[in-house]
């Protein structure tokens, strides 16, 4: 983090220094500025942040002890310097237009967003914002492959999208950093509104509104609402990249783009995007290759052909958004192509393929899931067939979609059938309408356990050379543990 003195982080947050004795305002925070007590060290800040199992003032020693400078209280706590922000009641009361943040929290953006300042004014740093009900962070791992070509680049480590993960992101910021890749997310009115507040982004890339949160959000119009935070906080003359075969999506946002004075790109397959892909095939280890075409935008003709090395068609479209920001920012095609080309998967439990030396392929994509992503995933799956050997789909819940969850599930189910899976597994009682889904449509065989343990157990009898097994879920179904065992992935 650039250093700021304790007293330039209370004038920031609003709080006061404690103890108010002579140079303790004058203590500089060289280190980290971390959450989590265990990642404290030396010179680090500390945030004492209430989360729903612990209250991080519990750990401020534990911080002390390894090294911390201060920590970021909303009461005095002895042992270590503390910057103190009061706690105001009213604003832990829920309202439409204000997630409910407790007081560090709060103090924490408005940390990061002076350290965004003073990165901005020290060497004009440049900010993209993503969201997304799915693909958040394979399309932030592919611009921190892309971006550096430019210049040096901060992504966010694993998916920090949150209230928590995004100022921590950027507290990282130096002042030679010339690229800020912000993922957000949200699961409520005005999360992102409060995450751009922090980062206001130069370029806003929404890649889809499908139905992650369904149960919190109750609806899509909802979703899309919260998803539209993000390009309402672009900078003046700032850029939308859309998903350009979302006619909703399109006619919502780029509206209220325009509203703010920002330009709108379109990207997708359709003819309706500026930046599309085209001739879009699989190879037998389900990564996609396409032609790169937009000639509005000044890319050659007949088009730059592309090949990923990410598994699962729905990457092109991830891609096309990143060609969008890299154009933007000045990076010539051939080079986009180029680098577009020469990335490699990042993220753990994402499309995560194994090769076992048995001959049978793990394909681990149960970080998370929605009926959305749960599509992608079986249609990576089918595109995946060898010629000798089956596909298997080993199915858990998805969360958090209401009232809608049988019915999304059963879709699912369905789907496998229609793409001719061979084996259906469902893991718990969540994900039980996608067998009865695929039965009913005629699916070769199914199958369904309680948890993860006994899933394993019929795995390990029936899988043989050649067979290709998917493995996806929501992240608290516990799916991605069983891929991790399946693949001998142990770290």
């Not at 002895?78 to 309202?95: H, I, K, Q, W, Y």
Request: with cysteine; net charge negative.
């Amino acid at each position: 983090m650039i250093p700021l003195t304790l007293g330039e982080v209370a004038r920031v947050t609003g709080g006061q220094v404690h103890p108010g004795s002579p140079g303790t305002e004058d203590l500089r925070v060289t280190g980290p500025v971390v959450t989590d007590s265990r990642e404290a060290g030396p010179g680090a800040l500390y945030v004492a942040r209430r989360g729903e199992v612990a209250d991080g003032h519990d750990f401020v020693d534990a911080a002390a002890r390894r090294g911390a400078l201060a920590a970021l209280t909303n009461r005095v706590v002895e042992g270590l310097p503390c910057v103190v922000v009061p706690e105001d009641p009213d604003r832990l009361s829920a309202r439409p237009d204000r997630p409910p943040y407790d007081a560090v929290t709060r103090a924490f953006a408005a940390l990061g967003r002076e350290v965004v300042d003073r990165c901005a004014a020290a060497g004009g740093l440049r900010v993209v914002g993503i969201t997304g009900s799915s693909g958040k962070t394979s399309t932030k791992d592919l611009l921190a492959q892309v971006l550096p070509a430019l210049g040096p680049t901060l992504a966010p480590e694993a998916s920090y999208n949150s209230e928590v993960g995004v100022p921590l992101t950027v507290c990282r910021l130096t002042e030679d950093t010339a690229y800020l890749v912000a993922e957000m997310g949200a699961s409520g009115a005005g999360h992102i509104a409060h995450l751009t507040a922090i980062a206001p982004p130069q370029v806003a890339v929404v890649l889809n509104v499908g139905s992650a949160h369904l149960g919190e959000f109750g609806s899509r119009a909802a979703i899309m609402e919260a998803k539209s935070e993000l390009v309402q906080g672009l900078v003046p003359d700032g850029l939308a990249v859309l998903n350009g075969d979302d006619e909703a999506l399109v006619e919502t946002m780029g509206g209220r783009a325009r509203d703010v004075g920002a330009r709108v790109v379109l990207v997708g397959l359709g003819e309706r995007a500026d930046l599309r892909a085209t001739e879009v095939v699989t190879d037998e280890r389900g990564r996609a290759t396409f032609t790169l075409t937009a000639p509005g935008l000044g890319a050659p003709e007949p088009g730059l052909r592309v090949a990923l090395q990410l598994v699962g068609v729905h990457h092109v479209g991830n891609a096309l958004a990143v060609a969008a920001v890299a154009h933007e920012w000045g990076m010539p095609w051939e080079q986009i192509a180029a680098s577009l080309a020469a990335a490699t998967p990042r993220s753990r439990w994402r499309m995560e393929v194994t090769e076992r030396e048995d001959g049978v392929t793990v394909v681990n994509d149960a970080y998370n899931a929605n009926p959305e992503s749960m599509r992608a995933a079986l249609q990576s799956l089918a595109a995946m067939r060898r010629a000798e050997g089956r596909t298997l789909a080993v199915v858990g819940g998805m969360l958090e979609l209401g009232a809608d969850s049988d019915a999304e599930h059963a879709g699912v189910g369905a789907l496998a059938a229609r793409l001719g899976v061979d084996h259906l597994l469902t893991v718990g009682e969540v994900a039980r309408p996608a067998a009865t889904a695929y039965q009913q449509g005629g699916g070769a065989r199914v199958s369904s356990v309680a948890d993860r343990h006994e899933a394993r157990a019929l795995l390990e009898e029936e899988l043989r050379a050649g067979d290709v097994v998917l493995l996806k879920s929501s992240r608290d179904s516990g799916l991605r543990v069983l891929g991790d065992e399946l693949a001998g992935v142990t770290d």
